[in-house]
């Protein structure tokens, strides 16, 4: 395992705190890394995963105090707004808008994402009343109506004698002209409501709809995150908490709010596969995150991948957060047959019950198909399931249940298939809609993956990055030591950051050197916010840089790329490079349109990212623990496993082939090689040609077998 330099000698915790497994990764005083997953829900154990494994890590038992002053950080990634806001269990909230607006949000850009559905089901509304305000700024500033504060008062009196308190303030105009939402905002404070999100402050810029639901979502989910915050801090005394935002940049725990909190989690795992991908040489990576609730990918080709427009869980949100595409298809995805076809998800058994193995009365999961193949194997899982937490998973009820299953299928369609075939069946159809979600990150984007390497994370990754990989055309897949918790080492090597932004909406003209000028001065403006921020958590700005980025579309249209800030003609050429690149065109009779910018200010990690060189060993064949039969494409397969632990660089096996590790499974299929780099990193390679298939089996026709294996595969010898 590597080490890090501790810079102080007392304990670090790295904590991801997802749906279904809480991952902690620690950082002892003398600098050791060691690792602890939990089940983020066992009521009757603990009440709170992270602190639990906190006490775990110091020795303590649940009920004792847990001592501040043995603890340097705790840096922390979590879903606690992002389970808010998918079960729609937030804060009551009242939107406050100008009059003749009351609907807006609710209409908003009459999109339909289906278009052939016949029913229009309209998303549910985060907030519960809508005050409409006597006021209106036009669009050079010019107040058309004075704001009625005493009606204001009186409309906010009644919404919170009801039992409101969290409310949101989006007056037009507001995010240029803030005088008269900062105006309802201290009456709202005056009256006591006790979380009041400003669009002018939470999202700056232009348009009503998206500036509107921001802060709807800021004012909806950030009491329960605070309320979630005071709770650890009550337990962890004077320690510090830093959060991480869904932008990938470190924040405490005080600036952390709502709007923030969304990709929490994921964004530690982007930051993780973009360092370790680096460190073991690959500038290409696509991240593969695949946990028990669902997956998650990301691009990375030398700089982290920001939207600026989002829509999560049927919610536009206008907030910077890493590029991540996430697919209901996890560990805990349900399976089902409805008579007709195999499903897998989008629900998921969660952490409780959980799959039908946990021993908690939970269904049928993909990951209950891997131990039906003997790709899991139970006697090598950790023990921590049942009601008592100390129990192995239970392989006979996965067969029974998939004896029932086969049944099923059987009196319905006449299909005889052996068990292990109805769970390769479910597999397969997990995996299509894993690398659907990958090829939506990249090859609709323009991006050739077959010249990159699948970095594969996450705690049920490593069971399928060669399925994945397959059915992508990529051929190497990098397993970091730590992959099975990487979302939560990322956590200590992420940045602390400031992220600003503004609209501007102006044209960039080759002829004004003032347009230049300007964009510079709204910079530099920004730029100094984020400083201001960033010392007021006591850090030190020696070290500080800042990343600056421009919004540029053709006039006209309505999708701006981010592109780096410099040159008018710098600008232009980046900005035409990534249009030809995304859309396969280019338009120079089209004049350029600023439409924003935006200014990431960046303290460095001082825990720098250090896992140094081992030596080879002589012996390349390692020792296997035992043998078993696994069910790998398409049948019955004698296949050795292995002790992650005990694999030294220089180390290379073959698939079939199954590698056990403290936090996860790793699986070698067949065809694919596995060899331990110096920085004990594992890089498996595909060795031999894929045989392509179609529904009624393996292609006969050596003709054809040919040409499909010639013209797909030519990069896999």
Same mark, same amino acid.
Request: charged share 25%; aromatic share 6%; net charge negative.
């Given at each position: 395992m590597q080490t890090q330099s501790p810079n102080q000698q007392k304990w670090q915790f790295w904590i991801d705190r997802g749906g279904t497994f809480t991952d902690i990764v620690a950082q002892s005083p003398e600098g050791k890394i060691v690792t602890h997953k939990l089940l983020s829900e066992n009521p009757e154990h603990y009440k709170d995963a992270a602190l639990q494994g906190i006490r775990l890590f110091l020795g303590l038992n649940n009920q004792d105090p847990i001592p501040s002053e *043995?603890?340097?950080?705790?840096?922390?990634?979590?879903?606690?707004?992002?389970?808010?806001?998918?079960?729609?269990?937030?804060?009551?909230?009242?939107?406050?808008?100008?009059?003749?607006?009351?609907?807006?949000?609710?209409?908003?850009?009459?999109?339909?994402?289906?278009?052939?559905?016949?029913?229009?089901?309209?998303?549910?509304?985060?907030?519960?009343?809508?005050?409409?305000?006597?006021?209106?700024?036009?669009?050079?500033?010019?107040?058309?109506?004075?704001?009625?504060?005493?009606?204001?008062?009186? *409309?906010?009196?009644?919404?919170?004698?009801?039992?409101?308190?969290?409310?949101?303030?989006?007056?037009?105009?507001?995010?240029r002209f803030h005088e008269h939402e900062q105006q309802v905002a201290e009456l709202a404070q005056e009256i006591g409501f006790t979380q009041v999100s400003v669009s002018h402050q939470v999202s700056p810029m232009m348009r009503l709809v998206g500036r509107g639901d921001t802060c709807v979502v800021d004012a909806y989910l950030s009491p329960i995150l605070k309320r979630y915050i005071q709770q650890v801090a009550k337990e962890l005394g004077s320690s510090q908490i830093l959060f991480m935002k869904s932008n990938g940049g470190l924040t405490d725990a005080r600036f952390f709010a709502g709007k923030d909190a969304i990709l929490s989690g994921p964004a530690g795992g982007v930051v993780a596969c973009a360092r370790t991908g680096q460190l073991a040489g690959f500038s290409k990576v696509i991240g593969f995150d695949m946990g028990g609730t669902?997956?998650?990918?990301?691009?990375?080709?030398?700089?982290?991948?920001?939207?600026?427009?989002?829509?999560?869980?049927?919610?536009?949100?206008?907030?910077?957060?890493?590029?991540?595409?996430?697919?209901?298809?996890?560990?805990?995805?349900?399976?089902?047959?409805?008579?007709?076809?195999?499903?897998?998800?989008?629900?998921?058994?969660?952490?409780?019950?959980?799959?039908?193995?946990?021993?908690?009365?939970?269904?049928?999961?993909?990951?209950?198909?891997?131990?039906?193949?003997?790709?899991?194997?139970?006697?090598?899982?950790?023990?921590?399931?049942?009601?008592?937490?100390?129990?192995?998973?239970?392989?006979?009820?996965?067969?029974?249940?998939?004896?029932?299953?086969?049944?099923?299928?059987?009196?319905?369609?006449?299909?005889?298939?052996?068990?292990?075939?109805?769970?390769?069946?479910?597999?397969?159809?997990?995996?299509?809609?894993?690398?659907?979600?990958?090829?939506?990150?990249?090859v609709q984007r323009g991006y050739d993956i077959t010249q990159y390497t699948l970095n594969c994370f996450g705690g049920a990754g490593g069971q399928h990055a060669c399925l994945v990989a397959d059915a992508l055309g990529i051929t190497r897949v990098l397993l970091h030591p730590l992959a099975g918790v990487l979302s939560a080492y990322g956590m200590g090597l992420a940045d602390i950051s400031a992220m600003r932004e503004q609209s501007v909406e102006?044209?960039?003209?080759?002829?004004?050197?003032?347009?230049?000028?300007?964009?510079?001065?709204?910079?530099?403006?920004?730029?100094?916010?984020?400083?201001?921020?960033?010392?007021?958590?006591?850090?030190?700005?020696?070290?500080?840089?800042?990343?600056?980025?421009?919004?540029?579309?053709?006039?006209?249209?309505?999708?701006?790329?981010?592109?780096?800030?410099?040159?008018?003609?710098?600008?232009?050429?980046?900005?035409?490079?990534?249009?030809?690149?995304?859309?396969?065109?280019?338009?120079?009779?089209?004049?350029?349109?600023?439409?924003?910018?935006?200014?990431?200010?960046?303290?460095?990690?001082?825990?720098?990212?250090?896992?140094?060189d081992l030596p080879f060993t002589d012996q390349s064949i390692p020792t296997e623990m035992e043998s078993t039969e696994v069910f790998m494409a398409g049948s019955l397969r004698t296949t050795p496993i292995y002790d992650r632990d005990a694999l030294k660089p220089g180390n290379k096996l073959n698939g079939p082939a199954i590698i056990i590790e403290p936090?996860?499974?790793?699986?070698?299929?067949?065809?694919?090689?596995?060899?331990?780099?110096?920085?004990?990193?594992?890089?498996?390679?595909?060795?031999?040609?894929?045989?392509?298939?179609?529904?009624?089996?393996?292609?006969?026709?050596?003709?054809?077998?040919?040409?499909?294996?010639?013209l797909f595969i030519s990069r896999i010898v």
């Open positions: *043995q603890i340097n950080v705790i840096k922390m990634g979590t879903t606690v707004a992002t389970n808010a806001l998918l079960e729609r269990h937030g804060e009551r909230t009242v939107l406050l808008i100008t009059r003749g607006f009351g609907g807006a949000l609710q209409i908003g850009y009459q999109a339909r994402p289906k278009i052939f559905a016949r029913e229009i089901i309209l998303p549910e509304l985060l907030y519960e009343q809508v005050i409409e305000v006597n006021e209106r700024v036009g669009a050079d500033g010019t107040v058309l109506e004075p704001l009625n504060i005493e009606e204001a008062r009186s *409309q906010l009196q009644s919404s919170y004698a009801t039992g409101i308190r969290s409310c949101a303030i989006v007056l037009m105009h507001g995010y669902s997956t998650d990918v990301c691009h990375f080709d030398g700089e982290f991948e920001r939207s600026f427009e989002t829509v999560v869980a049927g919610v536009r949100m206008r907030v910077p957060m890493m590029r991540i595409h996430t697919v209901a298809a996890g560990g805990g995805s349900i399976l089902r047959f409805d008579g007709g076809r195999y499903q897998v998800g989008p629900e998921s058994a969660g952490a409780n019950p959980g799959p039908a193995c946990y021993r908690r009365g939970g269904p049928l999961t993909v990951t209950d198909c891997n131990v039906m193949l003997g790709k899991i194997q139970a006697h090598y899982f950790p023990k921590v399931f049942g009601h008592n937490g100390n129990e192995p998973l239970d392989a006979e009820v996965v067969e029974q249940h998939f004896a029932q299953m086969a049944d099923d299928i059987n009196r319905i369609t006449s299909d005889t298939r052996s068990l292990q075939e109805v769970a390769e069946g479910f597999l397969r159809i997990a995996v299509d809609r894993m690398a659907n979600a990958v090829k939506k990150i990249s102006s044209l960039l003209d080759e002829s004004d050197k003032n347009s230049v000028d300007q964009l510079d001065k709204i910079l530099a403006s920004l730029e100094n916010e984020g400083l201001t921020e960033l010392t007021e958590q006591g850090l030190e700005l020696g070290d500080s840089h800042s990343i600056k980025k421009v919004h540029v579309k053709y006039q006209g249209t309505d999708t701006a790329l981010i592109v780096d800030f410099g040159s008018i003609k710098a600008i232009k050429n980046q900005f035409e490079s990534e249009h030809q690149k995304q859309f396969g065109f280019i338009a120079p009779e089209k004049e350029l349109i600023i439409e924003a910018v935006s200014v990431e200010v960046i303290v460095s990690n001082d825990d720098a990212l250090n896992e140094p936090i996860s499974t790793i699986v070698v299929e067949p065809g694919w090689q596995a060899i331990v780099t110096r920085k004990n990193h594992l890089i498996l390679e595909r060795v031999e040609k894929i045989i392509f298939q179609r529904a009624a089996g393996t292609i006969a026709d050596p003709v054809m077998l040919e040409i499909f294996n010639n």
